[in-house]
């Protein structure tokens, strides 16, 4: 199975800050990679798909790149409603595989 | 709009067997792909299995194969999931999950249920 490396597992950052997120694939995965954000007792939403492609509704301040078989996840201008764990997934191939997670704190 | 639920989590007896089922509405659902999902108490989430539309694949993660079996009803617009010789380890908060994707396209899970809890416990 394809392993989903996330860094860092956590981290605390302040309303207004520009934060990053990392996530690298043990082998290829091409651009089918999803990240998504999930907030505590809530189900994951889907933020981003094909590795850079916005899901629609989610605000512009996400965004997401790809440099070989690491992938980033950034968000500019943190928002109170952004403190949360984000998880990568791709969707390559089977069986899918998801990061382990990286939470976002209040600093 | 879409929407996903649940049902059929319970406290259970290692060793004994569970159908989860999820009802879908507001889409097509005969047209996409479907998903298991379970989060583990404070665990990140794990992929279970997953189903083709028209039901032509089904896929596994290696810690449930052979023990759990995906199904899909497109006329009833409900998807299951059974599962037998459970353990402690499988314990978790198991969500239904919406590929994005439409016929054999893979994508993100764009909608998700609120999840149905399995404890299993003697």
């Known amino acids: 199975a394809i392993r989903m490396a996330q860094s860092p597992s956590s981290f605390s950052a302040s309303t207004g800050d520009r934060v990053t997120i990392t996530c690298r694939a043990s082998?290829?995965?091409?651009?089918?990679l999803a990240w998504y954000q999930q907030t505590p007792g809530k189900a994951p939403k889907l933020l981003i798909h094909?590795?850079?492609t916005l899901q629609s509704g989610v605000p512009s301040r996400f965004s997401g790149s790809r440099s070989g078989t690491d992938f980033t996840l950034t968000i500019n201008c943190l928002q109170s409603e952004d403190f949360a764990t984000y998880y990568c997934?791709?969707?390559?191939?089977?069986?899918?595989?998801f990061g382990q997670g990286t939470k976002v704190e209040i600093k | 709009e879409e929407y996903l639920v649940e049902s059929g989590g319970d406290l259970v007896q290692p060793g004994r067997s569970l159908r989860l089922s999820c009802a879908a509405s507001?889409?097509?659902?005969?047209?996409?792909?479907m998903h298991w999902v379970r989060q583990g108490p404070g665990k990140g989430l794990e992929w279970v299995s997953g189903?083709?539309?028209?039901?032509?694949?089904?896929e596994y993660a290696d810690s449930v194969k052979g023990r759990f079996i995906i199904s899909r009803d497109d006329a009833k617009k409900s998807l299951h999931l059974q599962m037998h010789s459970l353990t402690p380890e499988d314990s978790a908060l198991y969500y239904c999950?919406?590929?994005?994707?439409?016929?054999?396209?893979?994508?993100?899970?764009?909608?998700w249920g609120l999840g149905t809890l399995v404890i299993v416990s003697s």
């Open positions: 997934q791709q969707y390559y191939t089977y069986p899918r595989t």
């Open positions: 094909a590795a850079s």
């Open positions: 999950a919406k590929d994005r994707g439409r016929y054999s396209t893979s994508s993100g899970f764009d909608h």
């Open positions: 507001g889409f097509n659902f005969d047209d996409y792909a």
């Open positions: 082998q290829g995965v091409g651009s089918y």
């Open positions: 189903i083709s539309w028209r039901s032509s694949t089904v």
